[in-house]
Structures are given as C-alpha cells and as structure tokens.
C-alpha cells in the first residue's frame, strides 16, 4: 500500500467511515496496471487510488458497492479474471484482484469515572474496534488517559450530567469513586433506558449489588433489578486494576457476540 492510501484508509478509519481496500496482487499478459496498484472506494465511490480505469475499475467498483450495501457478511474476495472474456476488454491479459472489507467503529463503550480500573480498562478496549468515551468529573484524571483516536475524555459537573448523551446502543460501564456516585447514574441511566441498554455494568461486589438494588426500590425501579450487572466482569481471578480490565473485556466482547457482531449506532 502506497503512503497516500495509507493515509486514506487510516483518516477513514478515525472517522468511522467503511471502505473497500482493493489490490491488484498479480498480473498476465498486457493489462492496464501491473501488480501493486490498489484504490480505496466508500460508498460514495472511488476516493483515492486507481486500478487502471475503463471496465476493470467499473467491475471492482460493482464489487465494492456490493461488499459496502451490507447484506453479504464476507470481509475478503479474491477475484482471477481474464480481462477479455471476463471483463471485455481488448486486452488479452488477466489480473488477480483482492478486495478487503474495512467497517466502520459502531460499537461505543461509554465508561463513567476515569480511576485506575477505567485506565486500564481504556488500554485493553483501545486494541479492539470500538469508541471509547470516558466521562468523569476529574479533569487531571482524564487527562492520564492513554493517547488514541478512540478515545474521548469528557469532563462533567456530575456524573449525571452525561447520561442525556447516551445511545441507546451504548454498553456503558459505571466504575466511578464509589457508591455514592455510581447509584445516581445507575438510577437516572435506568429511568430513562429501563432495561434497554444491550450492556449496563457496575464495578463492586455483592454486598454493593444489594445497596444498589435498594437505591432502585426506593426510585421505584423495582422492576429494573436484573438490569445490570455488578460485580462486574467475568469470573476469571484477580482483583487489580489488570486484571479486572481483562474481565470486563471479556464480558463486553461476551454480550456483544450474542447481540450479533453488527452494532447499529
């Protein structure tokens, strides 16, 4: 890949844009590009790069269209083509086309509190393709978070504040300073979602699940009890701030996979 489609599909990639990549990796005979010429198509077609132009580039163009409308779940094609039979061109050569799928991010993580679990946490998330927004009244704390183009750092007055922001596509992590800020965007959060929210979460233990229950009868949310989880994470041991990244994680990807691989923003 050249610098500048490099540059491209890293630019649509920060702005959660799906593209096709599509490169020629071998060639035959007279062809219009040799092996190596590649271009970058979205939905709204050809944005950078080219494959040679005339037919060749119209039927990897149909190809991309097709990979880009969403009712194929395939990732990867690979094409051997003659260019005269296959494609109707003059030339008597062919042409080996790769084409790579690339979504964009629909998958967002919003994580309340910017302590050293929500830290680590934002370093295990950074590696999978989601966003990451971390919201907390602690601006020197946000301000440690690690550098990446996923990550968004908001600094609120309350905590609560930020719950008219959320989606309801959002998995949401609440791993604040303690009880007493987490319960209130835990109740707000479920007065407006329910129990709608494909993933709610509360760092603590069971004694601390039991006090927030609690919280829940006297807002008279009885009915939303079994509407998140806490403790938080999957079982797998440990207790520092690693290592409960790693569970929650876990549990993310987890309830993810069920809901389906496609999360619509």
């Not at 967002?108 to 509190?113: D, T």
């Amino acid at each position: 890949m050249t610098d500048d489609l490099l540059n491209t599909a890293l630019s649509l990639r920060d702005k959660q844009e799906p593209f096709v990549l599509v490169k020629i990796v071998h060639t035959v005979g007279s062809v219009p590009r040799e092996a190596g010429a590649g271009m970058i198509v979205t939905k709204a077609g050809r944005l950078d790069g080219t494959v040679g132009g005339g037919k060749l580039e119209a039927r990897c163009l149909l190809e991309c269209e097709d990979m880009l409308s969403g009712q194929k779940k395939e990732t990867t094609r690979f094409h051997k083509w003659r260019l005269d039979s296959d494609i109707g061109m003059t030339c008597g050569g062919s042409v080996q086309v790769y084409f790579e799928l690339h979504f964009g991010c629909d998958w967002r993580v919003v994580i309340f509190g910017a302590g050293h679990c929500a830290q680590s946490l934002c370093r295990v998330l950074s590696v999978l393709p989601c966003r990451i927004v971390v919201v907390d009244t602690r601006s020197d704390w946000l301000s440690k978070l690690p550098v990446h183009s996923h990550i968004e750092a908001v600094t609120v007055e309350s905590h609560t504040d930020y719950v008219h922001s959320l989606k309801e596509t959002d998995f949401v992590v609440l791993m604040t300073m303690g009880h007493s800020t987490d319960s209130p965007v835990l109740v707000k959060i479920l007065k407006r979602f329910q129990a709608n929210l494909p993933y709610l979460g509360v760092i603590g233990s069971e004694a601390k699940r039991a006090r927030l229950v609690k919280d829940l009868q006297t807002a008279h949310l009885n009915e939303c009890s079994d509407a998140f989880f806490c403790p938080v994470g999957l079982d797998i041991g440990g207790n520092t701030p690693g290592d409960i990244a790693i569970s929650v994680a876990a549990q993310l990807l987890a309830v993810k996979d069920k809901l389906g691989s496609s999360i619509e923003p």
